[in-house]
């Protein structure tokens, strides 16, 4: 997520993003993989007004999925003030570096095997188990909660996801009082995604991510199985991912196959990439630039199917306060 230049990221065009070949010092290679995957997911909106009709069917196949039956639309989460995202635009514009950190990642995610899946949740609790997906999907009632979703780079959108509150989950399997972290860990298997960071075995693959219990047990928090009314496209993490609004987007770890309650705060990826441009809290805070830009303004994806960006004052908590800054008092 991070690149050495001048201009904002969102005016980096793809061909000037140096080549992982040209950076293979680790230092210097990590800093270029993360910065060629971040203003990689920008350059798509740049591209989609161009993008062929064939590419545009692709893209579509990828989206059109099962229709998700039966969820209410919790009413608490439904009217932001700001228009949902466009399906395609959210669906084209996504990081998953574990397929690489191109501009044609929604294509290439389709590699991801979402058959069969399995959730494992382990570590400090009493009840440990392990979920089929479908078992997940019956056990706890799902809802559509549209909410705003912020990345580090100063991009948004809102996007409607369907899933259920990860405070259902903390009920099932009542962690123990010793548990007061949870590393959620991401599906990751190098022969099949071959991702930029493949080749450097130091990078801190599996894609994890970590939340204090407290986090994990406030009414926001949430596991996405749907968006836009349908399953999960590969390319958003299917088929469960983390959805934690009042934080930058990178904390929310797609294709969830772990769920372990810790006593220690756990090490995760970006973080231990880089702390300090990726701190474990990771709260939106217009007043805590990123040591590279501000946070102050946010770039708005608002509409679609064409680029549209609209420059908003980015919210403490993404706007989410009310529910969350006590848990940082
Ligand atoms: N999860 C995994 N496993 N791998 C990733 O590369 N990228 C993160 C997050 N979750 C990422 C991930 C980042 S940086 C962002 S901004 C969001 O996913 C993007 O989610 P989206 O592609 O659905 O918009």
């Not at 692709?58 to 700001?82: C, G, H, M, V, Y």
């Not at 990439?273 to 990726?278: A, H, K, P, T, V």
Request: glycine share 6%; aromatic share 14%; hydrophobic share 35%.
């Amino acid at each position: 997520m991070v690149l050495i230049r001048q201009a904002q990221i969102w005016d980096i065009a793809e061909s000037k993003v140096t080549s992982e070949k040209n950076y293979w010092n680790r230092r210097r290679f990590l800093k270029t993989l993360a910065g060629a995957g971040m203003a990689a997911s920008i350059a798509p909106l740049t591209a989609c007004s161009n993008r062929s009709s064939s590419a545009k069917t692709a893209l579509e196949a990828t989206l059109n999925l099962p229709e998700i039956d039966s969820f209410r639309k919790n009413p608490a989460f439904a009217n932001l003030q700001r228009p949902i995202t466009d399906r395609k635009l959210a669906g084209q514009y996504n990081n998953f570096y574990e397929f690489g950190g191109t501009k044609t990642i929604w294509i290439d995610a389709q590699k991801l095997p979402t058959e069969n899946w399995q959730v494992e949740v382990t570590g400090l609790v009493k009840n440990p188990r392990t979920y089929d997906i479908d078992q997940l999907k019956k056990e706890f009632p799902l809802e559509q909660r549209i909410y705003r979703f912020r990345c580090v780079e100063a991009w948004s959108m809102v996007l409607p996801w369907i899933g259920f509150p990860m405070q259902k989950l903390l009920a099932a399997v009542e962690p123990s009082p010793k548990a007061k972290f949870v590393r959620f860990t991401s599906f990751y298997d190098p022969e099949i995604t071959k991702g930029p960071g493949f080749h450097i075995g130091s990078l801190p693959w599996p894609y994890t991510e970590g939340l204090r219990i407290e986090e994990m047990a406030n009414e926001l928090a949430f596991f996405a199985v749907g968006i836009y009314g349908s399953e999960l496209p590969k390319q958003h993490g299917a088929p469960l991912r983390m959805v934690i609004p009042w934080k930058y987007g990178f904390k929310g770890a797609k294709s969830i196959v772990k769920i372990e309650f810790v006593e220690e705060q756990p090490a995760t990826y970006w973080n231990t990439i880089d702390s300090r441009e990726y701190d474990f809290e990771a709260n939106v805070n217009p007043s805590k630039p990123h040591p590279r830009w501000s946070q102050a303004t946010e770039k708005f994806i608002s509409t679609g199917p064409g680029l549209s960006w609209d420059i908003k004052e980015t919210l403490p908590y993404n706007g989410y306060g009310e529910y969350v800054a006590s848990l940082y008092s």
